[in-house]
Nanobody, 121 residues
């Protein structure tokens, strides 16, 4: 069983930056493909991006390409989401998730509790 804990959310003005962290415990972190999702009020949860366990290939949803960067540090059991040039439409609860497989299927096996990101205009 993997436990995931996100941190780093908060309130930021449009154009600003935030860095989210996700710390994993209870499993072998390097074996998991890690992903970020977000859910805005009144909307369905959407995939933001992910990083594979093998090869480190990274995928992003089109709306964040060039602004968001995903990275992982297997030695620290941590995944990061660097968010730059934030827009009000990025406001959402951001979730860390883990898949017990080497590819990104967007169907995680484990979820964190989420961290709120609010971007003011």
């Amino acid at each position: 069983q993997v436990q995931l804990v996100e941190s780093g959310g908060g309130l930021v003005q449009a154009g600003g930056s935030l860095k989210l962290s996700c710390v994993a415990s209870g499993g072998t972190f390097s074996r998991y493909t890690m992903e970020w999702f977000r859910q805005a009020p009144g909307k369905e949860r959407e995939f933001v991006g992910g990083i594979r366990s093998i090869g480190g290939n990274i995928a992003y949803v089109d709306s964040v390409k060039g602004r968001f960067t995903i990275a992982r540090d297997n030695a620290k059991n941590t995944m990061y989401l660097q968010m730059n040039s934030l827009k009000p439409e990025d406001t959402a609860v951001y979730y860390c998730a883990a898949e017990n497989r080497p590819i990104i299927t967007r169907k995680p096996d484990y979820w964190g509790q989420g961290t709120q990101v609010t971007v003011s205009s």
